[in-house]
């Protein structure tokens, strides 16, 4: 027998007309017996009725129009790609699609070395220090579950930390 | 191009025709940046950068959708996985890594909305539907991020049950179990204002 609980899991589609027949008819006959999930029924009307009224947050037009922009001209906003295997600093900003106040924090734990005065990064030294931080934090591509899109090789180059 | 479905205007781009995917940005702009704004805790800064990186990140990978699914959710699927990434990047600055999202109590640092105030013209149940809408805005911004998505999905946005499932990638009951969760934690936090909440019956079995 099921619990108010599940029942109460039910209540949306119930009200929207989304269960099969057998299953709406056996909420239906629940809800004539319990009047906690009748109650229940009425909260989930009113919460639904509120949460579709709530205003979408507006979109400045400045936001739509830079949108558009990148739309229409989608070059503009391409980052560099042709790095060679050793970075200098503002390299790898750029590689890591970072600025320098944000990648400054980690820079003590990117392996690098010093040559002339200069501190560079191999790339690919960088690469493996991005993998190992890749597997530790367990990061999903943003096209990943369902949205059934691949990625081109040459789109991995980039070697950003955060991916489409 | 108003009888034009999505998936149409997509094939049309992937063929070349910006105008195309530019009437599909002004089609899902404000329910994309709604979900993306809600699920970032209302902060509108970097839910406006997302809105901007995922239209143009979406336009640069058009001719990998597949037009036998539906628009909606594969947009949905890559807008929330991107809300996801970034609130993992935001926890990992915040030092808050060792906390599973999908456990987490929220971001932290939601914002509750400022209250309008009302106009001359406003009736008594504009001003009415406005308090309570502000109040159960702040109180959707208290949900754990797990529970938010689905009610915004779910509740806000009008989704159905199954394309909401097809979106978080979870099977039918989590969605169902998930709504429910997030429906009693509002019910504790703003079930007062919502009126209807009447328990005198009994407290079900």
């Known amino acids: 027998m099921k619990t ?13 007309g989304a269960l099969e027949t057998d299953a709406a008819a056996d909420v239906a006959t629940h809800l ?16 639904t009725a509120a949460a579709r009224r709530l205003s979408p947050p507006k979109v400045s037009d400045g936001v739509v129009l830079r949108m558009m922009e990148r739309v229409r ?22 590689y890591l699609r970072m600025d320098m106040a944000a990648l400054e924090p980690y820079l003590a734990d990117i392996p690098c070395f010093e040559l002339g005065g200069k501190l560079l990064f191999r790339r690919q030294t960088v ?22 899109i691949a990625v081109p090789e040459s789109a991995e180059t980039g070697g950003s930390l955060w991916t489409l | 191009m108003p009888g034009i479905t999505d ?31 809600r699920m970032l805790g209302n902060d509108r800064g970097p839910a406006e950068d997302l809105l901007q990186d995922i239209f143009a990140k979406i336009a640069g990978a058009a001719q990998f959708y597949e037009p036998r699914a539906k628009f909606s959710t594969w947009l949905f699927t890559i807008v ?12 990992f600055l915040q030092g808050k890594v060792t906390v599973p999202m999908d ?3 929220g971001t932290g640092d939601e914002q509750v909305q400022p209250r309008q105030v009302a106009g001359p ?74 009126g209807d909440g009447d328990l005198a019956g009994g407290r079900g079995n």
């Open chain 2, 7 to 37: 998936e149409e205007l997509m094939m049309r781009f992937q063929t070349g025709d910006v105008c195309a995917y530019e009437l599909l940005c002004e089609r899902y702009r404000t329910p994309v940046f709604g979900f993306i704004y």
């Open chain 2, 121 to 194: 013209t406003d009736t008594l149940r504009e001003v009415e539907n406005r308090e309570t809408g502000a109040i159960l805005e702040s109180a959707i911004g208290r949900l754990p991020d797990m529970y938010r998505e689905v009610f915004v999905l779910r509740a806000v946005q009008g989704m159905s049950h199954e394309d909401t499932a097809k979106v978080l990638g979870l099977n039918s009951a989590t969605v169902r179990t998930h709504y429910h969760r997030a429906r009693q934690l509002l019910r504790e936090d703003v079930g007062g204002i919502l």
């Open chain 2, 80 to 91: 929330r996985n991107h809300c996801r990434n970034y609130l993992k990047s935001r926890m």
């Open chain 1, 127 to 148: 690469e493996a220090w991005v993998q190992q931080k890749e597997q530790s934090l367990g990061f999903s591509s943003g096209f990943e579950g369902g949205a059934r």
């Open chain 1, 4 to 16: 108010c609980d599940k029942y109460r899991e039910l209540l949306p589609e119930f009200l929207e």
């Open chain 2, 103 to 105: 456990g987490g109590e």
């Open chain 1, 32 to 47: 004539a017996d319990c009047a906690a999930c009748r109650a229940e029924l009425g909260f989930v009307r009113n919460l």
């Open chain 1, 73 to 94: 001209h989608p070059s503009g906003q391409q980052r560099r790609t042709d790095f060679g295997p050793v970075l200098d600093v503002n390299d790898l900003a750029e």
